[in-house]
Every structure is written in structure tokens, then in C-alpha cells.
């Protein structure tokens, strides 16, 4: 079992940067994928980045590409993402997920443990 907390939401002005945590908990941590999906009023939940097992291989969103930036560390059981440029569109719930193989999916389907999420809100 794997237990998530996302940290770091906040109201930011368009320009602006935050940067979102996760900490994880539970015996099977080193051994997962993470990702960071978000969800807007009236919208479905949707991709914004994920991370192999090791860390070595990345994927974004092209809507948050050059922009976001994820990262873990393994050692302190955390994967941040550092959000820069942000704009209104990136106005959302952030939720971190995890699964118990190596390979970084894009989809949600994929991912069998949620955080609760934290909001983000970027005003223009």
C-alpha cells in the first residue's frame, strides 16, 4: 500500500512559479512510477508529467513542456513539480499518483494510488 500527500498549491499570478510536492509512504515507493495529473472546473482529469522508477526518463504534457519540471528524490520518498511561467489555464486540483511498476504511463488509468490533491489557482 502506498499513501500520498500532495503540498505546495497556492494563488500565484500569471508569470509566476510554485512548486508542488508529494510524499509518499508505504514499503513500495522505490519501486514506483509517479506522475502528476490536474483536473479543472468542468473538466476531465488530465496528464501533466511522470517519472520512471530511477528517475532517468521524464514525460510532460505539451502544455506544461518547458514550463513544469518534474523530480524525485527516493531517498526522502517526495516527487516535486516545479511549475514556472504559469498561466490561468494552468488553474486546477493537482493530483500526485503512483504505481507499483517502473514504467511512467500518461494515462490515469494507469495509476492505482490518488492523493487528495491540492489546489493551484493562477489569476491573470
Known amino acids: 500500500q502506498v499513501q500520498l500527500v500532495e503540498s505546495g498549491g497556492g494563488l500565484v499570478q500569471s508569470g509566476g512559479s510554485l512548486r508542488l510536492s508529494c510524499a509518499a509512504s508505504?514499503?513500495?515507493?522505490?519501486?514506483?512510477?509517479m506522475g502528476w495529473f490536474r483536473q479543472a472546473p468542468g473538466k476531465e482529469r488530465e496528464f501533466v508529467a511522470s517519472?520512471?522508477?530511477?528517475?532517468?526518463?521524464?514525460y510532460y504534457a505539451d502544455s506544461v513542456k518547458g514550463r513544469f519540471t518534474i523530480s524525485r528524490d527516493n531517498a526522502k520518498n517526495t516527487i516535486t513539480l516545479q511549475m514556472n511561467s504559469l498561466i490561468p489555464e494552468d488553474t486546477a486540483v493537482y493530483y500526485c499518483?503512483?504505481?507499483?511498476?517502473?514504467?511512467?504511463?500518461?494515462?490515469?488509468?494507469?495509476?492505482?494510488?490518488w492523493g487528495q490533491g491540492t489546489q493551484v489557482t493562477v489569476s491573470s
Open positions: 517519472i520512471s522508477r530511477s528517475g532517468n526518463t521524464t
Open positions: 499518483a503512483a504505481r507499483s511498476s517502473g514504467v511512467a504511463p500518461m494515462s490515469s488509468s494507469s495509476y492505482k494510488y
Open positions: 508505504g514499503r513500495t515507493f522505490s519501486m514506483a512510477a
